[in-house]
Nanobody
Framework: QVQLVESGGGLVQPGGSLRLSCAAS????????MAWYRQAPGKRRELVALITAIGSTNYADSVKGRFTISRDNAKKTVFLQMNSLKPEDTAIYYCNHEGGAWGQGTQVTVSS
């Protein structure tokens, strides 16, 4: 079972930035699609961004132009750079591996 460990969450003011990281234990990391999801209180988990094995990306409309997903296959890590954060971005962010594994989640809170 692939293990995913997220880091980088925290409290930030509106307009600020955060960078999330997700380190995978998968030795074949480079061939799998990776994604970030988020779940706000009382809401369903939703896809934020994904990146394929060849580096193609896709984003939720709500984060286009503000968030960037990237990967470093040598470090078996996927990143989510979040800029121009809004209060509605507040949620627990989860890393997801194409094979089905989920990270434990990292809290992002955007508040003044």
């Amino acid at each position: 079972q692939v293990q995913l460990v997220e880091s980088g969450g925290g409290l930030v003011q509106p307009g600020g930035s955060l960078r999330l990281s997700c380190a995978a234990s998968d030795s074949n990391f480079s061939v799998y699609r990776m994604a970030w999801y988020r779940q706000a209180p009382g809401k369903r988990r939703e896809l934020v961004a994904l990146i394929t094995a060849i580096g193609s990306t896709n984003y939720a409309d709500s984060v286009k132009g503000r968030f960037t997903i990237s990967r470093d296959n040598a470090k078996k890590t996927v990143f989510l750079q979040m800029n121009s954060l809004k209060p509605e971005d507040t949620a627990i962010y989860y890393c997801n591996h194409e094979g089905g594994a989920w990270g434990q989640g990292t809290q992002v809170t955007v508040s003044s």
